[in-house]
């Protein structure tokens, strides 16, 4: 009932292909419908604690779903994953990391057994643990890093360190160290600001969770050119997110308003007219406006344009004609009305009913 009810009785969406959908590594399988589309293919995408995913072989031909808790070869040893996807769209998935065919010559062995999942949570447990101590050896060791996370693999002989660094660090002791502290196997993988910030999770200032740590698969590069193309006042307190650097949002609306700004007259250019000469002032980019001051550095005498207004008045300069003012022109005193619902009766319009009343009696 309650996949009919998400589906639509078969003309929405699928609920089989959905999952979980608040972490950034799920991909909707929309051939989740299609009869045997499962058994397409052997190869079997699974994920692992939200940071990384990997290809696994269904030698055994398992009835596998997404969700399912799997036992998975290691290196050693077995780890503990869930399947995030299956069918003909996991081929697809490799080739779009650039993954050969072949690169998915790990086995699946099992589905997860209680004693899997015991000491897989068992394991889980000591991460937190781990993560801090890992952190004051790195210190006493001298090493300009920072150990962002830790991950054990499923039956806990081994361990991925994750770890941030401005420049190149010579952890060769460290790993010692942490081998023979945790009596484990371990791995260092380097991270970014950026990919800390989306293990560790938050709520950025619009109110809602970061990006980073909900959809976000790749991270782009971000710089203040953005910013100065939506007219964004360059605040490096209001520009930088929790990682420390520029948010990711400042990428969202950059082809929008470069294609807005392209429709709007040259900065540079001046209005020249009978009482005065105009310079560029302010624009509002998405709405087609552009103020004008007769200061090139103050607001004095400011007239609103609109591109287009603006762009009749440069072709009356190109032809050596001069209007006479752009007062007649000007837009920027015409106010839009906005009605608001909520004001338009009053919220005491019944207790005056009721004063009425009580006057008549």
């Known amino acids: 009932m309650v996949d009919k009810f998400i589906s639509g009785g078969g003309r929405g969406l699928s609920a089989k292909g959905c ?16 009869p045997g ?42 780890d503990i994953g869930t399947v995030s996807l299956t069918g003909p769209l996991v081929p697809l998935q490799m080739s779009k990391q650039r993954l050969k065919a072949d690169a998915g010559t790990k086995r699946i062995y099992r589905l997860a057994r209680e004693v899997d999942i015991e000491k897989f949570n068992e ?43 401005d420049q190149r660090v010579d952890f060769r002791e460290l790993i010692k160290v942490l081998a023979q502290e945790f009596s484990i196997r371990v791995e260092m993988r ?3 600001a950026r990919q800390e910030a989306g293990l560790i999770g938050g709520f950025g200032p619009c109110g809602r969770e970061m990006c980073c740590a909900t959809w976000m698969k790749n991270f782009s590069t971000v710089s203040t050119g953005a910013a100065r193309c939506q007219d964004v ?19 969202y609306e950059v082809a929008t308003y470069s294609e807005a700004a392209q429709k709007l007259p040259p900065r540079h250019t001046q209005l020249e007219t009978e009482d005065a000469i105009y310079y ?25 344009l ?35 619902l909520a004001e338009q009766d009053s919220l005491t319009r019944f207790d005056k009913s009721k004063r009425r009343r009580r006057n008549r009696r």
């Open 19 to 34: 999952c979980r959908h608040d972490k950034q590594l799920n991909t909707y399988d929309y051939l989740a419908d299609v």
């Open 280 to 304: 560029f002032f302010k624009a509002d980019i998405l709405a087609g406006l552009v103020s004008y001051s007769t200061d090139r550095h103050l607001a004095a005498n400011v007239v609103t």
């Open 190 to 192: 380097q991270i970014g």
């Open 233 to 251: 006042s360059l605040n490096p307190q209001k520009l930088a997110g929790q990682c420390a650097k520029l948010k990711c949002c400042l990428n």
């Open 37 to 78: 589309a499962d058994q397409m293919t052997d190869l079997v995408e699974v994920q692992f604690k939200n940071t990384h995913k990997d290809y696994y072989l269904n030698c055994n031909h398992l009835p596998l779903q997404k969700g399912d808790v799997v036992a998975v070869e290691g290196t050693p040893g077995h």
């Open 306 to 340: 609109t591109a287009e207004q603006a762009a009749e008045v440069i072709e009356m300069n190109r032809r050596g004609e001069r209007p006479a003012s752009l007062t007649g022109v000007q837009i920027g005193d015409e106010k839009p009305i906005v009605v608001d």
């Open 123 to 165: 394991a889980k447990a000591r991460e937190q643990q781990t993560m801090i101590k890992s952190r004051a050896i790195a210190k006493d060791l001298g090493l300009d890093m920072k150990i962002g996370d830790v991950e054990y693999q499923g039956d806990g002989n081994k361990a991925i360190f994750y770890y941030i660094a």
